[in-house]
């Protein structure tokens, strides 16, 4: 028989009763008028309690013994034919009753399964709590020894960093060790600012911990497990909003750190690409130098030729002397006397042209050699004057990284100290000008020995005139031509000489401040890394 259908028993149409959660309803039929059925009623309803009833109580013992008792009155009745009305009305007592049973029945049997179920899910969020906590208290455990360590390594980094400071201080890097001091500083305030915000977090992290501990071990019953779930989540929700804005704050970190080291690499490209044409331009400076150098030997070996000049002037002097004491005398010998003399002045005049002839050679040499360091010197000066302004570039970005006035101080008793030692330079320069300021009295003796010579040739010019000793005279016009533009050269080698001193003056201050500025952006990029590695740590660790 399908659910829903009853069986007729005693001209009744009694339905099955309805189990909760069915789609069928309870309802009582009406009587038929005829009996259907091999069991008695009182066998059926005993088979139907007892394969609804999985709970059977006291209430249903007691209607089994009323059953049994009423069917014992039945049949001892039933001789005496007792009316048909009684019994029916009787039976559908008895089926009133055993329905309101049957439903208290069901509804206990719903209201035990709901429980149950609750039960369960109470359980089962109770150990996925559990789990929770324990899982966050082993991940703030975790995190508690990674700052730990955190810690303790930039206690010994900063240790280090102080006592790297402290040997760079005895080495007499005292704006470098001040500027590391302040960025020291600065770090260490930064780092512990970020390990007490940490320190904190982890505070009130396991304050909230201890608090869903105690609120999940008071858990007694099974109603306020929903507030306190409520609660749970909203812990964690504040957690997690605590991290992700550590985490915001970690990034900006970050991103402070890498601006800041990419800004240091230029401005480190820039000094090393600085110190690189630094490196070349003094170079070319010391080449230049070795010139000037090798130009005063020459001018000193041009010099020790002169030097013999006033000897081969008053030489000459006396015999031209003698030549013209010879041409006032009368002729003694006749017409040999003249060609004798003659003779006499061509070859001296040879010995004295070999001898301007290497004089000469110097002071083309001397020429060429001006006119070359004229040329380095015009592209020193142009290399010095971008190198200077590239150099007061740098300056004002080294200043705006905050020299202190210790180091503006170190850095002027360096340049005192370059300044003295290009003294000796200085004098050296002062020297090489006294002895080309010596060329001109030089020039001016032979300009006297070619009036004289110039003198003897007009008086005897009527008597036998001379082409090679013309050619001797036209080669010391010349020559007295070279030595005034030797002269103007050395002028002009002496001006740039002392523009040459000035700019290496310079340069030697200029390459010190880089020197400086290199150290300090050199220490100050160390730190940055450490620093950004100790944070890629904590990022990693967090």
Same mark, same amino acid.
């Given at each position: 028989?399908?659910?829903?259908?009853?069986?007729?028993?005693?001209g009744l149409y009694r339905p099955w009763p309805r189990v909760p959660g069915r789609s069928s309803e309870m309802k009582w039929g009406r009587p038929t008028g005829s009996y259907c059925g091999d069991a008695s009623p009182s066998a059926n309803l005993a088979r139907h309690l007892r394969a609804r009833d999985p709970f059977p109580g006291d209430g249903?013992?007691?209607?089994?013994?009323?059953?049994?008792?009423?069917?014992?009155?039945?049949?001892?009745?039933?001789?005496?034919?007792?009316?048909?009305?009684? &019994?029916?009305?009787?039976?559908?007592?008895?089926?009133?009753?055993?329905?309101?049973?049957?439903?208290?029945?069901?509804?206990?049997?719903?209201? &035990?399964?709901?429980? $149950? @179920?609750?039960?369960?899910?109470? /359980?089962?969020?109770?150990?996925?709590?559990?789990?929770?906590?324990?899982?966050?208290? %082993?991940?703030?455990?975790?995190?508690?020894?990674?700052?730990?360590?955190?810690?303790?390594?930039?206690?010994?980094?900063?240790?280090?960093?102080?006592?790297?400071?402290?040997?760079?201080?005895?080495?007499?890097?005292?704006?470098?060790?001040?500027?590391?001091?302040?960025?020291?500083?600065?770090?260490?305030?930064?780092? =512990?600012? =970020?390990?007490?915000?940490?320190?904190?977090?982890?505070?009130?992290? /396991?304050?909230?911990? =201890?608090?869903?501990?105690?609120?999940?071990?008071?858990?007694?019953?099974?109603?306020?497990?929903? /507030?306190?779930?409520?609660?749970?989540?909203?812990?964690?929700?504040?957690?997690?909003?605590?991290?992700?804005?550590? $985490?915001?704050?970690?990034?900006?970190?970050?991103?402070?750190?890498?601006?800041?080291?990419?800004?240091?690499?230029?401005?480190?490209?820039?000094?090393?690409?600085?110190?690189?044409?630094?490196?070349?331009?003094?170079?070319?400076?010391? %080449?230049?130098?070795?010139?000037?150098?090798?130009?005063?030997?020459?001018?000193?070996?041009?010099?020790?030729?002169?030097?013999?000049?006033?000897? *081969?002037?008053?030489?000459? *002097?006396?015999?031209?002397?003698?030549?013209?004491?010879?041409?006032?005398?009368?002729?003694?010998?006749?017409?040999?006397?003249?060609?004798?003399?003659?003779?006499?002045?061509?070859?001296?005049?040879?010995?004295?042209? @070999?001898?301007?002839?290497?004089?000469?050679?110097?002071?083309?040499?001397?020429?060429?050699?001006?006119?070359? /360091?004229?040329?380095?010197?015009?592209?020193?000066?142009?290399?010095?004057?971008?190198?200077?302004?590239?150099?007061?570039?740098?300056?004002?970005?080294?200043?705006?990284?905050?020299?202190?006035?210790?180091?503006?101080?170190?850095?002027?008793?360096?340049?005192?100290?370059?300044?003295?030692?290009?003294l000796s330079l200085a004098g050296d320069v002062d020297e090489l000008k006294r002895r080309v300021a010596e060329l001109p009295g030089a020039v001016e003796a032979l300009q006297k020995v070619q009036e004289q010579v110039h003198t003897l040739l007009g008086r005897e010019a009527t008597a036998v005139p001379h082409q090679d000793l013309l050619d001797?005279?036209?080669?010391?016009?010349?020559?007295?031509?070279?030595?005034?533009?030797?002269?103007?050269?050395?002028?002009?080698?002496?001006?740039?000489?002392?523009?040459?001193?000035?700019?290496?003056?310079?340069?030697?201050?200029?390459?010190? =401040?880089?020197?400086?500025?290199?150290?300090?952006? *050199?220490?100050?990029?160390?730190?940055?890394?450490?620093?950004?590695?100790?944070?890629?740590?904590?990022?990693?660790?967090?």
């Amino acid at each position: 028989m399908g659910r829903g259908v009853g069986k007729r028993e005693a001209g009744l149409y009694r339905p099955w009763p309805r189990v909760p959660g069915r789609s069928s309803e309870m309802k009582w039929g009406r009587p038929t008028g005829s009996y259907c059925g091999d069991a008695s009623p009182s066998a059926n309803l005993a088979r139907h309690l007892r394969a609804r009833d999985p709970f059977p109580g006291d209430g249903t013992h007691r209607l089994r013994h009323e059953d049994r008792r009423r069917r014992k009155t039945t049949e001892g009745f039933l001789p005496a034919r007792r009316s048909h009305q009684d &019994f029916s009305r009787q039976r559908e007592e008895l089926g009133q009753g055993l329905q309101g049973v049957e439903q208290k029945v069901q509804s206990l049997q719903a209201t &035990f399964g709901t429980f $149950e @179920s609750l039960v369960r899910s109470s /359980q089962h969020k109770h150990d996925l709590t559990e789990k929770a906590v324990k899982q966050g208290e %082993s991940e703030i455990n975790r995190i508690s020894e990674v700052l730990q360590k955190l810690q303790n390594e930039i206690l010994k980094d900063l240790s280090d960093g102080i006592h790297v400071v402290k040997d760079a201080r005895e080495r007499d890097f005292t704006s470098l060790e001040n500027t590391v001091e302040e960025r020291l500083t600065e770090l260490t305030k930064s780092i =512990n600012d =970020n390990i007490a915000i940490f320190t904190d977090v982890q505070k009130r992290s /396991q304050k909230e911990i =201890n608090d869903v501990k105690a609120k999940v071990a008071s858990l007694e019953d099974s109603e306020g497990y929903k /507030q306190d779930l409520k609660a749970l989540k909203e812990v964690v929700k504040e957690i997690q909003t605590s991290v992700k804005s550590k $985490e915001k704050d970690m990034e900006a970190l970050r991103s402070a750190i890498q601006t800041m080291e990419s800004d240091v690499y230029t401005e480190v490209k820039e000094l090393v690409s600085l110190k690189q044409e630094q490196q070349r331009f003094k170079e070319a400076a010391d %080449s230049e130098h070795h010139t000037l150098q090798a130009l005063t030997e020459k001018i000193l070996r041009a010099e020790e030729s002169a030097a013999h000049l006033p000897e *081969e002037i008053r030489r000459l *002097e006396e015999e031209l002397g003698q030549l013209k004491a010879a041409a006032l005398r009368p002729e003694e010998d006749g017409a040999f006397r003249p060609s004798e003399a003659f003779e006499t002045l061509q070859k001296e005049s040879q010995g004295l042209d @070999s001898r301007l002839q290497s004089v000469e050679d110097g002071v083309q040499a001397a020429r060429a050699a001006s006119a070359r /360091q004229g040329e380095s010197l015009e592209a020193l000066r142009a290399q010095s004057e971008e190198q200077a302004r590239r150099l007061a570039e740098l300056q004002e970005r080294v200043a705006g990284l905050g020299p202190d006035a210790d180091a503006k101080g170190g850095l002027a008793g360096t340049v005192r100290g370059l300044g003295e030692a290009q003294l000796s330079l200085a004098g050296d320069v002062d020297e090489l000008k006294r002895r080309v300021a010596e060329l001109p009295g030089a020039v001016e003796a032979l300009q006297k020995v070619q009036e004289q010579v110039h003198t003897l040739l007009g008086r005897e010019a009527t008597a036998v005139p001379h082409q090679d000793l013309l050619d001797r005279l036209s080669s010391l016009d010349n020559l007295r031509a070279s030595v005034g533009q030797v002269e103007s050269d050395l002028k002009m080698l002496r001006t740039a000489v002392d523009s040459l001193v000035a700019y290496s003056v310079k340069i030697e201050t200029n390459e010190n =401040n880089l020197e400086s500025a290199k150290g300090l952006l *050199e220490d100050l990029r160390n730190d940055l890394d450490r620093l950004f590695v100790k944070v890629e740590k904590i990022h990693e660790k967090v």
